[in-house]
């Protein structure tokens, strides 16, 4: 199974590709499952402190298009 791609629009002009690796693949599309930080895998190189901020931004993103 092939991951899906993402973008996620930082800001009107900086879009980050990423994907979402879970175990197993079809994890992400349960339900039930709960997406931890570290399954999102950024496509672009970041120094680690970036890496974190935009990851944080991500999951707190996901996490909030959830709940609605």
């Not at 994890?27 to 680690?48: E, N």
């Not at 890496?51 to 959830?66: G, L, P, R, V, Y």
Request: a positive charge; zero cysteines; charged letters at 30%.
């Amino acid at each position: 199974m092939q991951f899906q791609r993402f973008t996620y629009a930082r800001s009107p002009k900086e879009h980050i590709g990423y994907t979402i690796n879970t175990d197993p693949p079809e994890a992400v599309f349960w339900t039930t499952y709960r997406l931890k930080k570290s399954h999102i895998k950024l496509l672009d190189k970041f120094d680690r402190t970036t890496a974190a901020e935009i990851k944080q931004e991500i999951f707190d993103d996901i996490k909030q298009t959830e709940q609605n």
